[in-house]
């Protein structure tokens, strides 16, 4: 019994299948058997041992394409080769055709506009059912868990004090440093403190720290909630009367709206104190005076615009994190996707919402 696929082409025009025509033998001689220029008239399947569907559509096609007829076929030859046959009898084509640019384009589009669109229902719901969580544990006091509480404050605040400081204080260099050297154009060095100040708490301190968090704690929820919903807990959970909202989501919107304007404007000072000390060694200004300049330049409000963003950034953060962890679903690829969507959204929502507020407040006159 030959173990693969064999042909040969007879001088009367008959071409002779043998051997097993198989979708893991067919593979060798499909090439040969579509590239033949003799003349065929007839297809013998005679001497074939197996045959499956793609075996068949190879024969068939063949045929097709010389107009010759298929002798020797048996009972199941017979079965599949009628089976690949089209109404007209015409020769299949399985290959895919690709659509033009623009219309595949335009598919795209669509419906990237409409998962958003679904998206942003899914999330409004999802908040709806968080405020609900938050209710129902304000009317029973004694659902709360407030030990998940304080864990994810230390998670989110405590835990992230040192690479948030390190960051702002390097900002702080930078944004002084920059800044010096363009107002040394025009002798103005001085104003290097208002530039430091003012930007530093109104807009760089909250919003990198917002981002820093996204990166650190949005992504760590995902990831945890997602975690727990393959290996079933939230479902466990449930099933045992417990709210996953109450338990999993709650303490954590709480941890990170309670932590945010802490974050915020500890991230602020270190940035101040990173220009005071680069404008002490390069532009001849005492460290102290420095900071003293600050107090008398950077107007109060520019602190309050900083604190009132943080609670709302981290809110935005806490929603995007728990949301993209609960729609995990089927395999362990889903929590990396959804890890990295979370981290996506809520830096994209972050940027959008400050600037947001960078409108509002200049029509309020805090600008």
């Not at 990237?112 to 709806?128: C, E, L, P, Q, W």
């Not at 479902?235 to 974050?263: K, N, Q």
């Amino acid at each position: 019994m030959s173990d693969g696929a064999l042909f040969r082409q007879d001088d009367d025009g008959t071409l002779v299948l043998e051997g097993n025509w198989l979708v893991s033998t067919v593979g060798e001689v499909d090439q040969s058997v579509r590239a033949l220029d003799g003349e065929v008239r007839r297809v013998d399947l005679s001497g074939v041992e197996e045959i499956d569907t793609v075996g068949a559509y190879l024969a068939w096609s063949v045929a097709a394409r010389h107009d010759a007829s298929i002798e020797g076929a048996d009972e199941r030859a017979t079965r599949l080769i009628e089976a690949v046959q089209s109404d007209e009898g015409e020769e299949i084509d399985v290959r895919a055709e690709r659509a033009p640019v623009m219309q595949r384009v335009m598919g795209e589009t669509g419906d990237k506009v409409i998962n958003f669109g679904y998206g942003t229902r899914d999330m409004v719901g999802f908040f709806g059912a968080a405020i609900s969580a938050l209710g129902a544990v304000i009317r029973h006091p004694s659902r709360f868990r407030s030990k998940a509480l304080v864990r994810q404050m230390e998670l989110i605040g405590v835990s992230a004090l040192g690479i948030v400081g390190l960051m702002s204080f390097l900002i702080g260099i930078v944004v002084a440093q920059q800044g010096a050297v363009q107002l040394r154009q025009f002798g103005a060095e001085i104003y290097t403190i208002n530039l430091t100040g003012r930007l530093c708490l109104r807009e760089l301190g909250v919003l990198m720290t917002a981002i820093m968090v996204a990166g650190r704690s949005g992504s760590a929820f995902a990831a945890q909630i997602g975690t727990m919903q393959l290996t079933e807990e939230v479902d466990a959970m449930r099933t045992i009367g417990i709210s996953p909202m109450e338990a999993l989501v709650v303490p954590r919107i709480l941890a990170i709206v309670f932590m945010m304007p802490l974050l915020g404007f500890y991230a602020s000072v270190m940035a101040i104190i990173g220009g005071a000390f680069v404008s002490s060694l390069t532009l001849g200004i005492p460290f102290a005076t420095f900071l003293s300049r600050v107090q008398e330049v950077v107007p109060t409000y520019d602190l309050w615009v900083g604190l009132i963003k943080a609670p709302l950034f981290g809110l935005i953060i806490a929603l995007t994190g728990c949301y993209q962890g609960m729609q995990v679903k089927g395999d362990s690829e889903q929590v990396g996707l959804r890890t990295t969507t979370a981290v996506v959204q809520g830096i994209f929502a972050v940027i959008v919402l400050d600037a947001f507020f960078a409108i509002f407040f200049s029509e309020v006159g805090w600008a």
